[in-house]
T-cell receptor
Framework: ETGVTQTPRHLVMGMTNKKSLKCEQHLGHNAMYWYKQSAKKPLELMFVYNFKEQTENNSVPSRFSPECPNSSHLFLHLHTLQPEDSALYLC???????????????FGDGTRLSIL | QKEVEQNSGPLSVPEGAIASLNCTYSDRGSQSFFWYRQYSGKSPELIMSIYSNGDKEDGRFTAQLNKASQYVSLLIRDSQPSDSATYLCAVLDGGSQGNLIFGKGTKLSVKP
């Protein structure tokens, strides 16, 4: 139990579908993150939220739309995805944003997304 | 583009040996460095953080940092089969808040 819960664990969708990934953290953290992990590629940061406000958008295509209604919940809305978007999507949280302080990020188990 | 480089492996060591994992990074402004362990099908788990040049020890793990050489390493003493996993090196982007740059990871296999 990592304190960060992601649903669903697996998702298969067509390119024209709309779906959403959900992340919930039970750690009282203020910062939340979306990462993409593709085979044979490094973990890529997608979005960063701090106190519900987006602080980083790492040049992510608009077919990925994040939403952070409160500090405990983070969503990733998906629309018109491409086959190359198939990957493991990981959510993480930390007490505060990383600066020079020891603020470990706690990861959820991820959603394995497959685009047909 | 800021990068973190790791040898993808697999690195195979016998049980009880020392496993040495290496990482280089491109951003001279980085001040914070982390090692994550990721078991197959699981999420990354933070095992070590290091901020100053030199060695930092925690149990069987020792992280080593050399900022002049832009090099960080992880030593695992008395390696166990349960240490078999992919080890991810991560560097905090010195120019942004919250942006961790990850390497591709080194797969470690500890043989009984």
């Amino acid at each position: 139990e990592t304190g960060v819960t992601q649903t669903p664990r697996h998702l298969v969708m067509g390119m024209t579908n709309k779906k959403s990934l959900k992340c919930e953290q039970h750690l009282g953290h203020n910062a939340m993150y979306w990462y993409k992990q593709s085979a044979k590629k490094p973990l890529e940061l997608m979005f960063v939220y701090n106190f519900k406000e987006q602080t980083e958008n790492n040049s992510v295509p608009s077919r990925f739309s994040p939403e952070c209604p409160n500090s405990s919940h983070l969503f990733l809305h998906l629309h018109t995805l491409q086959p190359e978007d198939s990957a493991l999507y990981l959510c993480a949280s930390s007490q505060d944003l990383w600066t020079d302080s020891n603020q470990p990020q706690h990861f959820g188990d991820g959603t394995r997304l497959s685009i047909l | 583009q800021k990068e973190v480089e790791q040898n993808s492996g697999p690195l195979s060591v016998p049980e009880g040996a020392i496993a040495s994992l290496n990482c280089t990074y491109s951003d001279r402004g980085s001040q914070s460095f982390f090692w994550y362990r990721q078991y197959s099908g699981k999420s990354p788990e933070l095992i070590m953080s290091i901020y100053s040049n030199g060695d930092k020890e925690d149990g069987r793990f020792t992280a080593q940092l050399n900022k002049a050489s832009q090099y960080v390493s992880l030593l695992i003493r008395d390696s166990q089969p349960s240490d078999s996993a992919t080890y991810l090196c991560a560097v905090l982007d010195g120019g942004s808040q919250g942006n961790l740059i990850f390497g591709k990871g080194t797969k470690l296999s500890v043989k009984p």
